[in-house]
């Protein structure tokens, strides 16, 4: 067939269906070269016909040949056409991480945050770091297309067209990256000015609440003290005149002259301080509202050691229960129980960007505190030292527990693959076991037919013990790696060499049977018809193939044969069939083997089937006193059981006339 597959789903399963395809080729080559053998024999014993059988041969050979080489150039197809397939999927992923990327990089938000800015930043470094990796990627991809392309591959001009596309692509993506970068770079820049300006406002509007104060205390002491705060003040002012206004100002200059695209609006904004900053110098011996500035920042104090002692407390706890958790024993006994454990662990990771952001918040506040230069927090007794200190002895438990979950899950790993190979083994011996005790039980052919082929199972059996010895090594292993159960499988090496065991048994006990049979026939003259009829009559009842009969069973066929017993209610008992139970199960097993049963048979059939007469004087008293010379299925119904006029039914010839 012209059909290659569409996708690499459609590929992969044409391969399989001409992998079977294949295999039963292989199957066919015996037959083939058998029919080739015998055509040569054929011949060599019949010269007339030797011109034709050498032709035939010549054709089945030259068929033969034509279908395999077909098989083989299909195969070769398939196969390129998988790499194809394989090819389009690796240019599929590239290009789709491709046209995100080409996406992402194509945005026009560049921040409106000196954090937003810097976050993108970050982002534009990982995605460059990414982009060198899946250039590489590409490159790969673009190689393995040349390569198929080399190769002859049927779709070379599908691959060159998509090779061709992933590079523009690529291209594509490489020159937004850099002008992406570009454009955050500026906006970096430039909310780097509006930060500092920021930050001088901000400095400005926390001193212009102390220039405008009007409380000078109440006593010599605390105006004097005021005074003393207010020339460190102005100190302070000049200070940052030098400091803040200056790198302001030096930063608003640089970027004007590199022709900023937001120059305008930095020299604007830079006026806009400066007319603060002016402000402020003349305003500066104002300083009523420090102490009012005072007694709020006392009242923020109280505020952030509260929120302090209510967030490490919170925090503390859950610290605790993670180290619990972190701690407990890595021990599991399944490939799903310990997915269960590194997925639940991968959540936790997942948790602890809050977990972080968290602890930050406590870090910011423990810095707010300690800028009031106050003292120890009353409300706790935790400290953010101890805090670090936990967090950091976190965070080695977590790395030591990533590091067991992943030794144990390797451990799983290796478990998993001992249960599949001693399955793969074990549910292969217990097949070849039912196969092997369904041919002994429906054997048939001569009894010398049967005899010989027992005894090549009997062989067969013997053979497999090196089969078995494999499969207790491989329960060795598991009972070693302490595996307890198998999904795999429902065998054990116990269950299996018992199995095996018994059926050995069986052939024993079969051949000792045939053996058995054979000299009845040839020493006490029972016919090999009716030993045959008694061994089918015993597998018609049966049912299970188990090779044994129960009590009911070995009744029902002892009827189906002609044998007179009475019908006995539920949990009564028939003496005459209790007497031969006493022969065929003395110990009253609960069954009859079918060796017990064929030398019951052969011993009874010596004794009382004397002559064919007999059977047909047995026939002729149900056909309305021998007036007719057949019988009708309502006479077997009406002088038989149900089974046994069943199995009379199966095996009498319709009469004629």
Known sequence: ??????????????????QRFKDELDSHQGKVQAVLSRGEELALSNQSATSAIKDRCSQLKKAWADLDAASTARWQKLEESLKFQQFC????????????????????????????????????????TDLEVHKSRVKETEEAGRKLIRGGNYQADAIGQRTRGLQQKRSDLEEASERRKARLNDSSEYLQFNWKADLVESWIKSKEGRVKSEDFGKDIASVQALLTKQETFESGLTTFHQEGIGSLAAMKDRLSAAQHPQSKQIQHRY??????????????????????????????????FLQFAKKASAFNSWLEDAEEDLTDSVRCNSLEEIKGLRDTHTQFQASLVQTRSDFKQLGALDRQIKSYSVSSNPYTWFTLE????????????????????????????????????????ANGFHSWLTETRTALIDSTGTLEDQLEAVKAKADEI??????????????????????F???????????????????????????????????????????????????????HFDKDRSGKLEHHEFKSCLRSLGYD???????????????VLDQVDPNRNGYISLEDYMSFMISRETENVQSIAEVESAFQAITSGGNKPYVTKEDVFQALSREQAEYCIQRMEPYRG
Request: proline fraction near 0%; charged fraction near 35%; hydrophobic fraction near 35%.
């Open 1 to 18: 067939g012209d059909n290659f597959g569409r996708d690499l789903t459609g590929v992969q399963n044409l391969q399989k269906k001409h």
């Open 89 to 128: 999927v690796g240019v599929d992923e590239e290009e789709a991480w491709l046209n995100e990327k080409t996406t992402l990089v194509s945005s026009e938000d560049t921040g409106d945050t000196l954090a937003a800015v810097q976050g993108l930043l970050k982002k534009q470094e990982a995605f460059e």
């Open 271 to 304: 006026a806009d301080v400066i007319r603060r900053w002016e402000k402020l110098q003349k305003d500066s011996e104002a300083h009523k509202s420090r102490l009012l500035r005072a007694v709020e920042q006392f009242k923020k104090v109280e505020e952030l």
């Open 386 to 425: 101890a805090l670090e200190e936990n967090w950091q002895s976190l965070q080695k438990l977590i790395k030591e527990r990533e590091v067991e979950l992943v030794k144990e899950a390797k451990r799983q790993e290796r478990n998993e693959e001992l249960r599949k190979n001693f399955a793969q083994h």
């Open 462 to 483: 013997a053979t497999k013990k090196e089969a078995l010895k494999k499969i207790e090594e491989f329960g060795a292993q598991i009972e070693e790696a302490l595996i």
């Open 485 to 539: 159960d198998n999904k795999h499988t429902e065998h054990t090496t116990v269950s299996l060499a018992q199995q095996w065991d018994q059926l050995g048994q069986m052939v024993m006990r079969m051949q000792h049977n045939l053996e058995q049979q054979i000299q009845a026939r040839n020493t006490i003259g029972v016919s090999e018809e009716q030993l045959k009829e008694f061994t089918a009559s015993f597998k």
């Open 565 to 579: 017993l009475a019908l006995v209610e539920s949990g009564g008992t028939d003496p005459e069939f209790e007497a």
